[in-house]
T-cell receptor
């Protein structure tokens, strides 16, 4: 099992450009999450999904969109990147429970917006 | 403002020393988790505590959940260089809320 994989691992964007981050999991988990991690801020939830075809906003959703067309994939989009979106992005999945279930994390995507 | 405050933010100790890190909040959690994150990787779950006053041990690591379920501590006995990493606590509210972490360095 690969667990949770993320592509790409690194990306540099110019302000105003768009991009999509891809997350894939092979554990048949219902729940998937996108977080961003910034120094001194910890992990903050951007969007999450409780199943195929569903998405919901987390703590910091502005400037991001997501889609979950297939159970195993969760995409995070930035339509018009801003320097404030420079961060490390982590995808995670869990079998059940938005709160309290064990979350399995991917290795992260380091995004720099200039 | 962080919902979960972790202290200390940084900790550097020698191999063999003991240490305790803390996770505090003014809110009550239904459960609390501790994760460890190594550079360039995602966090990995160490333990979940659910009951107020609960103590769990994982080899040299001891986790305690406060009686009021507002705080938790992680104690490491005889720290080793392999314990180096970022320790994150996460509390269950409507979703999981993470603290900023304690960055531990254990020097050989």
């Amino acid at each position: 099992n690969a667990g949770v994989t993320q592509t790409p691992k690194f990306r540099v964007l110019k302000t105003g450009q768009s991009m999509t981050l891809l997350c894939a999991q092979d554990m048949n988990h219902e729940y998937m999450y996108w977080y961003r991690q910034d120094p001194g801020m910890g992990l903050r939830l951007i969007h999450y999904s409780v199943g195929e075809g569903t998405t919901a906003k987390g703590e910091v959703p502005d400037g991001y969109n997501v889609s979950r067309l297939k159970k195993q994939n969760f995409l995070l989009g930035l339509e018009s990147a801003a320097p404030s979106q420079t961060s490390v992005y982590f995808c995670a999945s869990s079998y059940g429970g938005l709160a309290g279930g064990e979350q399995y994390f991917g290795p992260g995507t380091r995004l720099t917006v200039t | 403002t962080q919902l979960l405050e972790q202290s200390p933010q940084f900790l550097s100790i020698q191999e063999g020393e003991n240490l305790t890190v803390y996770c505090n909040s003014s809110s009550v959690f239904s459960s609390l988790q501790w994760y460890r994150q190594e550079p360039g990787e995602g966090p990995v779950l160490l333990v979940t505590v659910v009951t107020g006053g609960e103590v769990k041990k994982l080899k040299r690591l001891t986790f305690q959940f406060g009686d009021a379920r507002k705080d938790s501590s992680l104690h490491i006995t005889a720290a080793q260089p392999g314990d180096t990493g970022l320790y994150l606590c996460a509390g269950a509210f409507n979703d999981m809320r993470f603290g900023a972490g304690t960055r531990l360095t254990v020097k050989p």
